[in-house]
């Protein structure tokens, strides 16, 4: 009915490596080939369903159970699901994984040095953190594990958002997950 097959791209890397930028972008570039999507993020996830947790290792934990769970939902109604979501840690990571059937979760790893996320923060998090402002950051003074075999590594530092989300579009329609498009379709 969707003319696209339903999955979740989970996008995860450090704060400010351009995971929502990314996520939004390649959201805007499917819903323009009519596939039906829906991004979750901080935005909409953490002032919500996950008010309640802070940023300990167990509230990250608890944090991406919940996402995945949901995300989970999104996919079974037949929805693109894209997540953009530091989830420091590889095993949270798998868990969520371990939710979908063979090939319906795909890891996009946003690959990103911790300096140049460090030069793109506005917010100033990187420098609070490294004063001690903020307890328990990711990349600072809590661990960040990249994916081990993502299904797709785009590299933000060196290529353009367009760049990137065509990276990602080519995987999808290998895959079969879109139809190829060609302009003017």
């Known amino acids: 009915m969707n003319r696209h097959k339903a999955k979740l791209l989970w996008f995860t890397g450090l704060s400010g490596s351009g995971k929502s ?7 805007e570039e499917l819903h323009q080939r009519g596939c039906h999507t829906y991004v979750f993020d901080g935005d909409n996830v953490r002032h919500g369903l996950c008010r309640d947790l802070g940023f300990s290792i167990e509230d990250r934990t608890e944090n991406i ?37 063979h090939g319906d979760f795909i890891e996009v790893y946003v690959k990103c040095s911790l ?29 960040y594990e990249a994916p081990l075999k993502p299904e797709i590594t785009v590299d933000t530092e060196i290529d353009t958002l367009e760049d990137c989300v065509a990276q990602i579009l080519s995987v999808l329609e290998e895959r079969g997950v879109i139809p190829n498009y060609v302009v003017g379709d």
């Open 115 to 143: 300096e140049k996320c460090e030069s793109r923060d506005v917010k100033g998090l990187y420098q609070k953190a490294r004063a001690g402002e903020i307890p328990e950051f990711t990349g600072i003074s809590s661990p």
């Open 21 to 27: 930028t990314l996520a939004h972008a390649l959201e």
């Open 65 to 101: 159970r919940r996402i995945g769970e949901m995300a989970k939902l999104f996919v079974d109604a037949g929805v693109i699901s894209l997540t953009a979501f530091i989830s420091p840690i590889r095993e949270d990571r798998e868990r969520a994984r371990g939710l979908f059937p």
